[in-house]
């Protein structure tokens, strides 16, 4: 029998105390064996077992705190560390399909996409405070102040569409129109992953590969979205009337 099989017979509470044993060996530098949390994490995802979840959220979660508060956005965010840590659990959990669990070969890669995950919603956050701030401010201003319009020039053929309507992004009502106009849920998590996150499309697909064949993909998906919405005919009639 496979040591892989074995894992697999042990008692969930083994397997935790192991789990919990060799992460206390690795960051005190020692020699680990990484294989039974991430046996904790194939019956969490793969088999949908809820008591792993919860295993894995033990054992994880203060790690996951310690990324939130480490982090240089976190002292401006005003929420606490919980609320941030919660979400990268769930991003995770929404992020890895049963079907695409083994595109994370070992532990380091499944680690190293919690702690994207944890990124991610800081920084989805942070966009989101200073959104509802720019739409705030843009309400009180005059209409005839340059910075009432804020989608002039989104469609100006001379300038590139990504750094148009990533400089727009902050607008919440454009960022509504722009999801709204998502044909399905690759699109949506490329968009927002590009513009409202800022990420590369290498990291958007590290971030959701269970949605994306590959980094080329994710291109793909974000270079024919805008494609379609220079050929929108509504779209633009929306800027107009912005």
């Known amino acids: ?6 894992l697999g017979l042990l008692p969930l509470r083994t397997l935790y105390d192991r789990c919990h044993r060799e992460s206390e060996r690795f960051f005190a530098q020692q020699d680990n064996d990484p294989r039974f949390c991430y046996e904790l994490f194939r019956r969490a995802f793969v088999h949908g077992n ?35 840590m919660n979400r990268a659990f769930e991003k995770m959990w929404q992020g890895i399909p049963a079907e695409n669990f083994e595109k994370f070969p070992d532990l380091k890669s499944l680690l190293r996409y919690l702690q994207m995950c944890t990124h991610a919603v800081m920084v989805d956050f942070a966009r989101w405070k200073e959104q509802a701030h720019l739409w705030d401010r843009a ?21 590139r569409p990504e750094r148009t309507v990533a400089r727009q992004e902050m607008q919440q009502i454009l960022w509504q129109r722009l999801n709204d106009l998502c044909n399905n849920e ?4 490329a968009i927002h992953g590009y513009f409202v996150l ?38 633009k009639e929306f800027l107009e009337d912005a």
Not at 1 to 6: F, G, I, L, R, T
């Open 1 to 6: 029998m496979s040591h892989q099989n074995e």
């Open 50 to 84: 809820q008591l792993a979840w919860d295993c894995l959220y033990q054992q994880y979660h203060k790690l996951v705190l310690s990324w939130v508060t480490r982090h240089t956005l976190y002292p401006g965010l005003g929420e606490e560390a919980d609320y941030f």
């Open 139 to 159: 309400r009180q201003l005059e209409p005839d102040d340059e910075l009432y319009d804020p989608f002039a020039t989104i469609m100006d053929p001379d300038m």
């Open 186 to 189: 690759n699109e949506r998590l």
């Open 198 to 235: 800022d990420l590369k499309p290498r990291q958007i697909y590290e971030l959701y590969s269970g949605h994306f064949a590959d980094v080329h993909d994710v291109s793909r998906t974000k270079d024919n979205f805008l494609a379609r919405l220079r050929r929108n005919d509504e779209f």
